[in-house]
T-cell receptor, first 115, second 117 residues
Framework: AQKVTQAQTEISVVEKEDVTLDCVYE???????LFWYKQPPSGELVFLIR??????QNEISGRYSWNFQKSTSSFNFTITASQVVDSAVYFC????????????FGRGTSLIVHP | NAGVTQTPKFRVLKTGQSMTLLCAQD?????MYWYRQDPGMGLRLIHY???????AKGEVPDGYNVSRLKKQNFLLGLESAAPSQTSVYFC????????????????FGDGTRLSIL
């Protein structure tokens, strides 16, 4: 069975601080995919990134970066120079390549960025 | 670009009433999902479908039924609403035939806020 743990329930920072959201996953499969989604206060869920288990390259997109480490089963998300608009709930998810392909979500981390 | 459309957006029911939530997608996706979101619980999968005419139970299926008679539509029914079903419901879809993997990102609707009194 697969599992995703987002141990940080809520993080509060002041604008311009860097912040890292942790995601730890469990699976016995060797082929799998990891995702991050953002849910702003308006409520919609928006896809941010997908990474497969064979690609451990870190990714940077503007102020966002993702650090995938198979050795620690982690796929952490860092926001550099946070802004108020980054305030949202962020979800990490895992899906296996095979079986039902249905993703397992973590419980989410609520990020509050204060001006 | 409609994407995934959920109707209605808000609804208040009395205990024991029934209703159907409609999800429609225009991306020709094979997979569709219904989730409920409650404070502190994240997203919990109710039912899902991997193709027209097929449905399967998720993590919390009790009290709900679904149907996927047309590929673009996925209906969620509450047979006899209970206060415990007060929640925000999200529909999602993913994966088009021909994509290299079925592990595609999900596209979500805007949600339906349902209150059961």
């Amino acid at each position: 069975a697969q599992k995703v743990t987002q141990a940080q329930t809520e993080i509060s920072v002041v604008e311009k601080e860097d912040v890292t959201l942790d995601c730890v996953y469990e699976t016995r499969d060797t082929t799998y995919y990891l995702f991050w989604y953002k849910q702003p206060p308006s409520g919609e869920l928006v896809f941010l990134i997908r990474r497969n288990s064979f690609d451990e390259q870190n990714e940077i997109s503007g102020r966002y970066s993702w650090n995938f480490q198979k050795s620690t089963s982690s796929f952490n998300f860092t926001i550099t120079a946070s802004q108020v608009v980054d305030s949202a709930v962020y979800f990490c998810a895992l899906s296996l390549s095979g079986g039902s392909y249905i993703p397992t979500f973590g419980r989410g981390t609520s990020l509050i960025v204060h001006p | 670009n409609a994407g995934v459309t959920q109707t209605p957006k808000f609804r208040v029911l009395k205990t024991g009433q029934s209703m159907t939530l409609l999800c429609a997608q225009d991306m020709n996706h094979e997979y569709m999902y219904w989730y409920r979101q409650d404070p502190g619980m994240g997203l919990r999968l109710i039912h899902y479908s991997v193709g027209e005419g097929t449905t399967a139970k998720g993590e919390v299926p009790d009290g709900y039924n679904v149907s996927r008679l047309k590929k673009q539509n996925f209906l969620l029914g509450l047979e006899s609403a209970a206060p415990s079903q007060t929640s925000v419901y999200f529909c999602a879809s993913s994966y088009s035939r021909g994509q290299p993997t079925r592990n595609q990102p999900q596209h979500f609707g805007d949600g339906t806020r349902l209150s059961i009194l």
